[in-house]
């Protein structure tokens, strides 16, 4: 039995929206992860039970090889690819429903088609602060990942038993991916009971850790092996570790999206270390991973010092510049926030 969280007027409101439309198109951030892909295919097919024929998922960007196995994942729109296909579709819409981000930045060159959409825009997230460009917002950063907030919207509106094993796939393996397998940002008692009714529906929790967690290419072992034996940096006196990739580093071993997921929470494994970041150049910036254990504030760090935000152990942001100014700016936010003063 879950504790009825959700705000009862806007799952009527969301009821009366998802009854009067037609056409729906749901949109993830770019960069898309598991919750992102896990989230909206859960949606998806919640959608398609309810014979809403016209249903698409757009994502801005390409996602992770390891989540393409995903039942639906096919049917995927990349806007990076079908730019005009996926505008179209966004402007025709009904309803769009933007999951797994709080600002309209996140979708990145989407931004202007959801902004400019005369469809009735619904935001699904578990972030904080969420920005008010949606007609209708559900956000609950208490929720573990939005695919449990999928998985709760629902049972709020009465469906859960339509719910087939395809659905419960997709939001298991959200629930996984935004947790480090139940590791982090998951100890909640009803997390366990939806993980319970998942299982009910069909899916092979283990078979799904498997398929994401240990098919990988032989570059991706490589390049971890290196991140680990060349590129991490510690530092014992704060109880913290880093590590940097260039693009130069990481064309040099094929990288595809995903080839460094998870990266970032190797270092925790060292004994007294709380707090782990990862920093990966691309094109014009550098992209952020911050992880931590205990009550140290990944999200308080991200925000300060990088642009970002997240949950209290697991954020991310980015800095426009340089890979080695990103650097100065963590030793500097390191002193700021010194690890070593956190409670663990």
Known sequence: MLTKILDSDKIHKLKGIIDKGDKFVIVSHELPDGDAIGSTLGLYHYLMSLDKEDVKV???????DFLKWMPGAREIVIHERYSDFAARLTADADVVFCLDFNAAKRVGKMMSAVI???????????????????????????????????????????????????????????????????????????????????????????????KVYQVYSENRLRLMG????????????????????????????????????????????????CFSCFLREETNLIKISLRSTGTFPCNKFATEFFNGGGHLNASGGEFHGSLGGACRVFERGLKIMNPTNTPH
């Open 116 to 210: 400019s959409s005369d469809a009735v825009k619904v935001m699904v997230d578990h972030h904080l602060e969420p920005e008010p460009f949606c007609d209708l917002t559900l956000s609950y950063p208490q929720m573990c990942s939005t695919s449990e907030l999928v998985f709760r919207i629902i049972c709020a509106l009465g469906d859960v038993d339509l719910l087939e094993r395809d659905a419960a796939e997709c939001l298991y393996t959200g629930m996984m991916t935004d947790t480090g397998s139940f590791s982090y940002n998951s100890n909640n008692a009803e997390i366990y009971n939806i993980v319970s009714e998942l299982i009910h529906k069909g899916i092979n929790k283990d078979e799904i850790y498997r």
């Open 226 to 273: 290196y991140v680990l034996y060349k590129k991490m940096k510690v530092y014992p006196e704060m109880n913290t570790a880093v590590f940097t990739l260039s693009q130069a580093e990481l064309n040099s071993f094929g990288y595809k999206p995903g080839d460094t997921e998870g990266f970032v929470n190797l270092p925790l494994s060292i004994e007294g270390i």
């Open 58 to 64: 757009i994502v801005p960007t390409n996602f992770p």
